[in-house]
């Protein structure tokens, strides 16, 4: 079965530009996770879809949005990049999620975005 | 909020030794706690995963155990070995598929 796929691995931007993320989940996971993290904050908690709603959001201005297709894929946008928007981002795939039985969550290899 | 802490944030040992990493959190109310290992500049792979009614967990040479009334989770990592170098995370789990991580512990192990 193959792993969480990111698109693209490494991105270079400018200040102001806008950027969009793909996470492709493990085939049959309906939940999407996302996650920056960087050397000064680690890893902190972006947003949650399932089943194309997003249920749960993290402490980020709303220029970072997202959203999750039928398919279970999601994107991930970031609108008028900052400089201290450069960090690896990372989106992880569950099984469910709509019930109680909470499953294990895998990652993908990241999004490396720097921004100039 | 759930704030949670490991300890030792680095740790360098020579190769055979038996170790332990702690993780601690604020808020016993969590679903579960999972323990990932991550290369420089890579993902996370998931080592272990504990459901909040568990008490530990085993694979291999690891063992994680949770103990949600003193908000402690131990990864014990038998006879390490130089492959076993990387950063090691904790993290809860809260509603909603959202984890929060501590800031992890850098464990080297020397040949």
């Known amino acids: 079965k193959a792993g969480v796929t990111q698109t693209p691995r490494y991105l270079i931007k400018t200040r102001g530009q806008q950027v969009t993320l793909s996470c492709s989940p493990i085939s049959g996971h309906r939940s999407v996770s996302w996650y920056q993290q960087t050397p000064g904050q680690g890893l902190q908690f972006l947003f949650e879809y399932f089943s194309e709603t997003q249920r749960n959001k993290g402490n980020f201005p709303g220029r970072f949005s997202g959203r999750q297709f039928s398919n279970s894929r999601s994107e991930m946008n970031v609108s008028t990049l900052e400089l201290g928007d450069s960090a690896l981002y990372l989106c992880a795939s569950t099984q469910r999620g709509g019930d109680r039985v909470i499953h294990e969550q895998f990652f993908g290899p990241g999004t490396r975005l720097t921004v100039l | 909020k759930q704030e949670v802490t490991q300890i030792p944030a680095a740790l360098s040992v020579p190769e055979g030794e038996n170790l332990v990493l702690n993780c601690s959190f604020t808020d016993s109310a969590i679903y579960n706690l999972q323990w990932f290992r991550q290369d420089p500049g890579k993902g996370l792979t998931s080592l272990l995963l504990?459901?909040?009614?568990?008490r530990e967990q085993t694979s291999g040479r690891l063992n994680a155990s949770l103990d949600k009334s003193s908000g402690r989770s131990t990864l014990y990592i038998a006879a390490s070995q130089p492959g076993d170098s990387a950063t090691y995370l904790c993290?809860?789990?809260?509603?909603?598929?959202?984890?929060?991580f501590g800031a992890g512990t850098i464990l080297r192990v020397k040949s």
């Open positions: 993290a809860t789990m809260e509603y909603g598929n959202k984890l929060v």
């Open positions: 504990i459901q909040s009614s568990q």
